[in-house]
């Protein structure tokens, strides 16, 4: 008796998310996005088959600030504190960025905005 092929399954192998190395990429897994905060992206690789799942995250660039120098600066009459003056109230003399070498020198202020 010919009863035909014979016929069979093959267990399906459990697959583990695992992040990629760009953003919104999965090495092996199915890709899922999640919201993105302020400083990250974020998404998450789902694992197949029974695998496990993974949160990914990438660290998002960093705006540079071009410090500019604040104007019409109102500084203390008695020049000798400048320099203290302006290392206690570094926003007063940069707008925006940070406050970077004030100097004293033949009575002016002087300072730099990074």
Known sequence: MDFGPSCG???TQPVNGQCGTSKDSCASGDFVDITDT???YKWQCNGKNGGTSVAC???KPTQPVNGVCAKNVTVPVDGTKLVDY????PSLFCDPGTLVSPELSNGKLTWKCA
């Open 86 to 89: 302006a290392k206690a109230n």
């Open 38 to 40: 302020a400083t990250d």
């Open 57 to 59: 995250s990438l660290k």
């Open 9 to 11: 399954s093959t267990p």
